[in-house]
């Protein structure tokens, strides 16, 4: 590799060809500060559009100055990060970005994550030297997500996940001049748009022009209604992640202290989404066996590949782009929405409780989950099988809110039935982990084998597509694994091009998975972030007595009790859904 | 009848009018009555003959002799020598100051015309949309000539040699960029003409796609052979439909003839080319907004590098270069860099493609070498100042340019002395102010078309020049204070070294060039509250002289916001806070009691 | 005598089937027998010669009303029966004096008219063309136009 020897601020330093000069000024501890420059590391995620103008340095020799995030490293290059000039210009146009910006710190949804407002911090920004006209636009809300864009900067975070990464497209830039700003086509609501709701758009914005629509007011509202019976699920990657809201360092366990919280904020049972994990297991599982039956069988109309489908991102995009494709998804609902009827239809009625007094709320670390508990199709005359659904972020604010010190709370455990879980379950927080779950209890539910190593290393990983292929007994079975909806496009092309050689595809929306989920607290760019709260769930799962789904044992008394058997007409009835063709009309305004 | 068989023509343009040219058509027309002359010698006025120094200028028809430096004595001389006697008044030629030689014939080489038509020579002159008439001028035989007797490598050498630089603006060396390009390997390169053009008031493009389509062909196939691409794209704002029209007849005569397509003129070489629309945005014609607009994108510039010439259109290398410059291509191949070399300043080459507007007599499109000088081109070309009004400036490089004041009339007009002066080259609009035009207005004119043509997409150039244009029209209103205009120099100055793109980087040059030249007027707006040209209208007062105004009540039923109050027969009054400053009422008014203060 | 329409279909059209230029001489050749063509159109004591009229027909030109003028031009030719060649052209960059129009008769340096209106058109065609008056508007040729060859 060729090297580049130069000088910034007048430390020499020797990087390889093609780095920028803000990566070499990290090299040597000269932190640069930038705005709309963004990335993911580990996850092959970059927006740099050299748009914000925070980044400039002077440049011997140079006319104007250079954005550090786009200029590369030259032979002999002499880069001055901090002179009168750079200073000015960057405080200039830092002033410039807040003198369009709505002064509305106290009470903005971001204050306290807000890269802006960190920023203003860092420059020593007093006051705005330049009054002049604010850019307004209408404010849009949709089931998940709030877009505020009077408080957009530009930086095309958002717009780099939708299109990008996601190849969602419902966002891009629109209008020039002082009125540009990122929306949807046509400035149509959010809601018309073929938003996913992934929400990746809002864990990337630095400021708070994406938020999430905040359910936490109506939980409240319902704690403290004495006549309803209030239980709680948490999603598998929750625990991974919310001990950062407290000051905890990413990828620290807090299951015990989160069940604890949850106790004292008052919820009435506290239960957990890894239940329900468990439950998709035995029917999602189940599905897959049935169908690589009747196809070895030699049943021509079985579809294959199956797709998992307990990511409601996931389910919104192939509803969207993929509707020719619907009946290849497992039918099996996501866990959040197999928890729902299970609490309501099964736990109620045994304590002999109307699902009217019963308020189910969940905590995710998911946007689109908000938008699933919505569904029509998910509700009984009107009363939906999950009330509320709640970010990891905004249980963290509703622990503050309680006076709960979380970090000195005991360890608590789950309430049963609906609290136990096995390490098969809490994997389906990580990219992999669905697949990885499911072939545990089809590997011996197919074979009659026990199991003896229950990780399988190969389906593990952050590289944007993987595949393997999995012996079980002599049988092939080829396993295909997607994170984010781009490289799930990528694989459904050939799925649809009738290319596709697998047998079974996971498919995650989020980068990582539901670690990082658009619901989780804010990891700023720090992959480091999202690979250490995956290592805390196979930590997790390494840690459980049982790891296979079909093995938990409030799982079997749930079938003998209740539902009877995977894939039975009960199981159909509560556990199972369908899809919707949501291609046509996306455009079409109200 | 007889038919006339002379024809005097006097030039009674601005500069031979004062020289008394008006007096010699008299008396010739005189002259001609007296001598009984009226059936067959006819004496007119014309418009300028462009050679001003030596007016005033008289023409005889039809053996083209032209006569300098003519008094209204002249004329009975050259009526009794000329037309009765048949003979030329020696005294009254025009003597070359190289060969001191009189010189008779208007069509004579002697006479150094101001303007050269290079870039322009078809246009007027040929039908846009008969290709034979453009072969009849050699069209297409510099192709010939290149993909027949020179390598590309030839080829681009005498493009270098020539001096030839961009027309669009920025003039880097087009030889130059032709070679980089061709030195980038790769399976398909493209080559694209911009013309996208998009300064306000400029059409040099426009004219030369519609007068003479096939030259822009034709230089886009020469680069494609030089630059190794065999596909050509045409970006063209769809506000030029006429341009579109003759461009799709050019090209399809041209495939048809085989000019463009597969094995053009038996050589083995293929070239095609596309039009792409663009939808008139400014920024467009920066090349990477431009790619990405070709693209389907939103047309918004990105980073350089990568330039165009090693990732542009779909990731390929990709020559762009303006209309105009492709324009100059066939003539330099066919007369060779010499040539043009010798025409022009010492860095800068050739000539250039100027659309003259404003306070100027002849508004009009004008092809003029490098190294003119800015009256030559106010006064002799453009007719002077309208209605003898004071020269105040000249703006070049549109919305990016600056202004360039009495000082600069003598300077030799090129890309490196406009940059010196505070302006630039641009893509060749000109416009002209008199002392009637406030510049601070000016410049709040230029910001105001920058802040509607940004992108949006670098924080600088999207706020930075709103801000700018709100602090001009602060300065304009009267609102301002000499803290703003610290503010304005500073704001500009960022925006100038943070902008992404050429846009940005020039935008507030309007600005600072009119605070270098003309900073008295901005103090005196924001001191005195006065704009000595009159153009800021918050700080105009029309106010009524009580001693002239009769009470008539004319004022007050014209004004239409009822600022104007009063009692019949007695002196009315403006109410300062009501008027508009609309003028109805002082035009109205028949006493001269309303004037502006 | 050949009315002005046909020797306008001829002007406006590509009066032979346009085969592909098969190498640079012969692009020479077809320029030569091109241009001879138009020089003996343009000699002056052929008698062949033709009054032209060229219009500059670029948009500032056409929204100043040239095409109505060029109309005017055709149809006073036919209707007085003259033989004349009317042809569009492009930007001659008077654009203060639009619409434009250049005379050449037989012999004769070019004329350019500025200002030209119907009405211009009409008394251009009375006095200039018809008697050898000239009429106001007359724009002197300032420019050089380089020859390519």
Redesign the interface.
């Known amino acids: 590799m060729e090297m580049v020897k130069l000088t910034i601020d007048g430390k020499p330093v020797e990087v390889e060809k093609d780095t920028t000069i803000l990566k070499a000024a990290r090299i040597i501890g000269i932190d640069i500060p930038t705005l709309c420059y963004f990335q993911l590391k580990d996850l092959d995620i970059e927006n740099r ?5 925070i980044c ?1 340095v002077e440049v011997s020799g140079r006319r ?2 250079a ?1 550090a995030c ?3 490293v030259t032979q002999g290059m002499v880069v001055n990060t901090h002179s009168i ?1 750079v200073l ?2 960057r405080r ?2 830092l002033e ?2 807040l ?2 910006h709505p002064a509305e710190c106290l009470t903005c949804a971001k204050s306290g994550n807000c890269e802006l407002q960190t920023m203003a911090q860092q420059l020593g920004v007093r006051e705005i ?2 009054q ?2 604010q850019s307004k636009y209408r404010k849009d809300t949709s089931p998940a997500i709030i877009r505020d864009v009077d408080k957009c ?2 930086c095309r975070r958002c717009e780099m996940m939708c299109n990008d990464v996601q190849t969602v497209g419902a966002l ?2 629109v ?7 990122v929306a949807t086509a046509f400035e149509m609501n959010l809601e018309k748009s073929p938003c996913t709701y992934c929400g990746q758009c809002v864990s990337v914005c630095p400021t708070g022009a994406l938020t999430e629509v905040d359910h936490s007011r109506n939980v409240i509202n319902a704690l403290a209604d004495p006549a309803k019976t209030v239980v709680v699920q948490t999603a598998p990657a929750v625990r991974a992640a919310l001990g950062e809201e407290f000051g905890l360092a990413p990828g620290a366990l807090v299951t015990g202290k989160m069940v604890a919280a949850l106790r004292r904020l008052g919820f009435n049972y506290v239960f957990d989404t890894d239940f329900a994990a468990d439950l998709t297991i035995m029917e999602e599982g189940s599905e897959l066996l049935d169908r690589l039956t009747r196809y070895l069988k030699g049943d021509k109309e079985v579809k294959l590949p199956i797709l998992t489908s307990c990511c409601p991102g996931w389910v919104n995009f192939f509803e969207h782009n993929f509707p020719d494709l619907m009946d290849v998804p497992s039918t099996a609902k996501s866990p959040q929405q197999m928890f729902g009827p299970i609490a309501k239809e099964y736990f109620g009625k045994k304590l002999g409780i109307d699902r009217k007094n019963m308020i189910v709320v969940s905590i995710m670390p998911c946007l689109a989950k908000k938008y699933e508990c919505q569904r029509d199709e998910f509700k009984v005359n009107g009363d939906p099988d999950v009330n509320f659904s709640l970010s990891t972020r905004e249980l963290a604010h509703l622990i503050k809110l309680a006076n709960i010190d979380f970090n000195s709370l005991p360890d608590e455990d789950f309430d049963n039935p609906l609290g136990a879980s096995t390490g098969a379950a809490v994997i389906f927080g990580n990219t992999g982990g669905v697949i990885e779950a499911a072939c545990r209890t089809a590997y011996e539910l197919y074979t009659g084998k026990k199991l003896e190593k229950v990780e399988f290393n190969e389906l593990r990983g952050l590289e944007n597509i993987r595949h393997a292929t999995l012996d079980f007994n002599g049988l092939p079975i080829n396993i295909g694994i997607a994170h984010g909806l781009g490289n799930a496009r990528k694989l459904l092309e050939d799925v649809q091009a009738g290319k596709s050689q697998f047998h079974a595809i996971e498919i995650m929306a989020c980068p990582g998975g539901c670690i990082g989920g658009g619901g989780q607290p804010f990891h700023h760019g720090d992959s480091d972030v999202i690979k250490k709260r995956a290592a805390a769930l196979y930590r997790e799962d390494d840690g459980k007595p049982i790891r296979k789904s079909h093995e938990n044992p409030f799982i079997i008394e749930l079938y003998k009790e209740f539902l009877g058997k995977p894939l039975s007409e009960k199981s159909h009835h509560l556990l199972h859904t369908h899809y919707f063709d949501k291609s046509a009309g996306t455009f079409v305004e109200e | 009848m007889g038919k006339i068989k002379y024809h005097i023509l006097v030039c009674v343009g601005t500069a031979c009018q004062t020289a008394k040219s008006e007096e010699i058509l008299k008396n010739f027309k005189e002259l001609i009555k007296v001598k009984g002359l009226e059936t067959e010698v006819q004496a007119i006025q014309t418009g300028c003959f462009g050679f001003c120094e030596n007016g005033p200028i008289v023409k005889m028809m039809p053996d083209n002799t032209f006569y300098t430096k003519v008094t209204p004595e002249d004329c009975s001389e050259i009526i009794d020598e000329h037309i009765i006697n048949g003979k030329k008044v020696d005294r009254l030629l025009y003597v070359s100051p190289e060969t001191k030689e009189s010189i008779g014939d208007s069509r004579h080489k002697g006479f150094h015309k101001k303007q050269i038509r290079i870039a322009l020579r078809n246009c007027g002159f040929i039908n846009p949309e008969n290709i034979d008439e453009y072969i009849a001028r050699y069209g297409y035989q510099a192709l010939g000539k290149v993909l027949t007797e020179l390598t590309p490598e030839a080829t681009i050498e005498i493009i270098k040699k020539s001096g030839l630089r961009g027309r669009g603006g920025g003039g880097f060396p087009t030889g130059l960029k032709w070679e980089i390009t061709r030195a980038v390997t790769s399976d398909k390169k493209y080559v694209v003409c911009n013309a996208d053009e998009g300064d306000p008031g400029a059409f040099m493009d426009r004219s030369v796609l519609e007068g003479d389509p096939h030259t822009v062909l034709e230089a886009m196939a020469i680069n494609g052979y030089c630059t190794g691409a065999d596909q050509g794209v045409i970006y063209i704002r769809a506000e030029y439909p006429l341009a579109v029209e003759r461009l799709k007849i050019a090209m399809k005569q041209a495939r048809e003839y085989g000019l463009l397509g597969k094995d053009i003129l038996g050589t083995g070489f293929n070239f095609d080319i596309e039009i792409r629309y663009g939808a008139g945005a400014f920024v467009c014609g920066e090349e990477t907004a431009l790619i990405h607009s070709m693209e389907g994108l939103r047309g918004e510039p990105t980073v350089k590098p990568p330039f165009p010439s090693e990732s542009g259109f779909f990731g390929k290398p990709t020559n762009v270069n303006n209309v105009e410059t492709y324009a100059n291509i066939p003539p330099i191949i066919m007369k060779g860099s010499d040539w043009f070399s010798a025409i022009g300043t010492e860095k800068s080459k050739g000539t250039k493609v100027f659309a003259l507007a404003g306070k100027i007599n002849n508004v009009g499109l004008i092809e003029v070498p490098m190294g003119i000088t800015l009256r030559e081109v106010i006064y002799e070309i453009g007719g002077g100042i309208r209605n003898g009004r004071k020269f105040k400036a000249a703006q070049t490089g549109g919305p990016s340019g600056g202004m360039l004041t009495e000082k600069h009339l003598d300077t030799p007009i090129d890309y490196d002395n406009l940059i010196a002066a505070g302006s630039m080259m641009g893509s060749g609009g000109m416009i002209v102010m008199d002392e009637d035009d406030c510049m601070v207005g000016m410049a709040k004119f230029y910001l105001e078309f920058t802040v509607e043509e940004s992108c949006g997409k670098c924080s600088p150039c999207r706020i930075g020049n709103k801000r700018l244009f709100e602090t001009l029209e602060k300065i304009t209103q009267g609102h301002a204070i000499a803290e703003d205009l610290d503010k304005l120099r500073n704001l500009s100055n960022v925006i100038k070294d943070t902008s992404l793109c050429g846009l940005g980087q020039t935008s507030p040059n309007p600005v600072l060039s009119s605070m270098d030249n003309f900073y008295h007027e901005y103090l005196e707006h924001v001191h005195n509250k006065k704009c000595r040209a009159g153009n800021c209208k918050s700080l105009m007062q029309y106010l009524i002289i009580a001693e002239n105004c009769i009470g008539c009540t004319l004022c007050a039923r014209n004004c239409p916001v009822d600022a104007i109050a009063g009692e019949r027969k007695q002196a009315h009054l403006i109410d300062q806070e009501k008027c508009i400053k609309c003028g109805a009422c002082m035009e109205k008014c028949k006493f001269n009691a309303i004037f502006i203060n | 005598m050949k009315s002005a329409y046909h020797r306008l279909y001829k002007i406006f059209t590509i009066t032979h089937i346009m085969e592909k230029i098969k190498s640079l001489s012969d692009l020479k050749m077809l320029q030569e027998s091109l241009s001879a063509k138009i020089n003996l159109r343009e000699k002056i004591n052929n008698s062949d010669a033709l009054i032209q009229v060229k219009v500059a027909m670029a948009t500032c030109g056409i929204a100043s009303g040239a095409r109505e003028v060029m109309e005017v031009f055709i149809e006073e030719f036919t209707k007085r029966n003259i033989d004349a060649v009317v042809t569009q052209t492009g930007c001659m960059g008077y654009c203060y004096a639009e619409p434009t129009v250049e005379i050449t008769m037989p012999g004769v340096e070019p004329i350019t008219f500025g200002y030209v209106d119907i009405k211009k058109a009409s008394k251009i065609i009375d006095k200039y063309i018809l008697n050898n008056e000239l009429v106001d508007g007359i724009i002197p040729v300032n420019y050089e136009t380089i020859d390519v060859q």
């Open positions: 559009p050299g748009g914000c103008r400039v104007n100055l954005p786009c200029t590369n000039r000015n210009a200039t146009v410039l970005i003198s369009d030297p330049f002049g006209e900067i530009m891009s830039a209008n020039r001049g002082f009125m540009a700003v």
